[in-house]
């Protein structure tokens, strides 16, 4: 575990530093590798770049909706509107170093408990929810908690990226991972806006629980919850999430709060384990497909090539001799295959060329009853040869089974 610890009193902007989440850059280079290949693709793919500018459109026009609205119906906070929250955002930008305070906006979320960070054309842009205000009570550790955590995604450059590194979202667990990561991060900021553990606490508690109820919140039970997610399927559901569960982040915000596991935690290698039974059979049953496809679509093309809608049968009669001293013929070579200690063909079309590898200057067997090649099943050390049989009459198709080394009717 790698707690966030509130960092020193500054003696100066400057001095205030901020260290990401450990894997935040490692999952960051992997990101941006997995989306240069995804664009790759795309590039080269004329499908590809049609879908892309699309949603890519789509996306500029629903965000440009978006910040529309905010400017023209939410509040725009500066020196003579909301001035003490203006105040704290100016100074907690200052002592992030940043160089410009971004445009704050405070808007009516409908009872919902968020903030956000944004940016539009260049602008950096911070979206505070008044029902997320009101529920701090006059907490200024738990507001300034929030303020600062949005700042720091935006003093980290995280959305600087977002367009770049779009195709890795659609990677399982990936781009989820890269989220969460960043969001610890960013807790990193909102621990040391606070100014203290117990304020930065309060602004987590209370996204969870609301104004009223945070400040009745057991937190060592509320961290406790996290042991109920040490199971294969909960694990799983927390890589699919863009943010970790705020029980987790309570402990790395305070150690103390973490909760004494009777064993080693097993999520990550239950998850592993339900991962790989039901992905193990999806990419046999891939790589199965890949080699018998493309056998069997020989086969049907092969077939399809011989076959001769001009093509005029013998009377049944001359037709069925034909047919049983091509059986002969073939149960001959198969048999005398196998007694050679040779596998028998494991389909038609590897029949037929052994055969010519074996008769070359002779013409292949073909059905007198359609033109085309017999019928051929191969079972273990057994085989079978059928014939079409006359077209108004398939009871009289004959058949070879080497079982009972016999030509018999269907």
Request: one cysteine or more.
């Amino acid at each position: 575990m790698t707690p966030i610890l509130p960092p020193p009193a500054p003696t100066s902007s400057a001095d205030l530093r901020i260290e990401p989440w450990p894997s935040e850059r490692p999952l960051f280079a992997l990101n941006l590798l997995a989306a240069a290949g995804l664009w790759l693709i795309a590039f080269v793919t004329i499908i590809g770049i049609v879908y892309g500018v699309m949603i890519g459109v789509f996306l500029f026009v629903m965000h440009l909706a978006f910040v529309s609205h905010l400017r023209g119906s939410g509040i725009r906070v500066g020196p003579e509107q909301l001035p003490e929250i203006h105040a704290a955002v100016s100074r907690l930008s200052a002592r992030f170093g940043m160089t410009k305070v971004p445009e704050t906006y405070v808007i009516h979320g409908g009872g919902s408990l968020n903030a956000l960070a944004t940016r539009f054309v260049g602008r950096d842009i911070v979206v505070l929810f008044s029902d997320l205000l009101d529920a701090c009570e006059g907490n200024e550790s738990a507001r300034d908690m929030i303020i600062a955590h949005e700042l720091g995604h935006l003093h980290r450059g995280h959305l600087r990226w977002a367009f770049v590194i779009a195709p890795a979202m659609i990677v399982p667990f990936l781009g989820a991972a890269l989220s969460r990561a960043r969001e610890y991060t960013c807790d990193r900021y909102g621990v040391a806006g606070a100014g203290n553990r117990e304020g930065a606490l309060l602004g987590l508690t209370v996204l969870a629980a609301g104004g009223r109820l945070a400040r009745r919140v057991d937190l060592r039970n509320f961290a406790a919850q996290q042991l109920q997610l040490d199971t294969g399927l909960m694990t799983i559901g927390e890589w699919l999430s863009t943010h970790p569960p705020l029980a987790k982040r309570l402990t790395q915000i305070d150690p103390a709060l973490a909760p004494v596991r009777a064993s080693r935690p097993l999520g990550a290698l239950r998850a592993v384990g339900v991962l790989a039974a039901v992905l193990t059979p999806i990419m046999l049953s891939g790589v199965a497909a890949a080699i018998l496809v493309p056998k069997f679509a020989a086969a049907a093309a092969t077939s399809a090539e011989d076959y001769d809608p001009a093509y005029i049968a013998p009377p049944a009669d001359v037709a069925d001799r034909l047919v049983e001293q091509d059986f002969e013929r073939m149960s001959a070579f198969l048999h005398a295959e196998a007694s050679a200690g040779r596998e028998l063909p494991w389909n038609t079309s590897e029949l037929y060329d052994r055969w010519h590898e074996a008769h070359p200057n002779q013409d292949e067997p073909r059905d007198p009853y359609d033109g085309m090649r017999y019928g051929y099943e191969q079972k273990g050390e057994h085989f079978r040869l059928s014939s079409a049989g006359p077209d108004d009459d398939h009871s009289r198709a004959l058949k070879y089974d080497s079982r009972r080394r016999a030509t018999t009717r269907q």
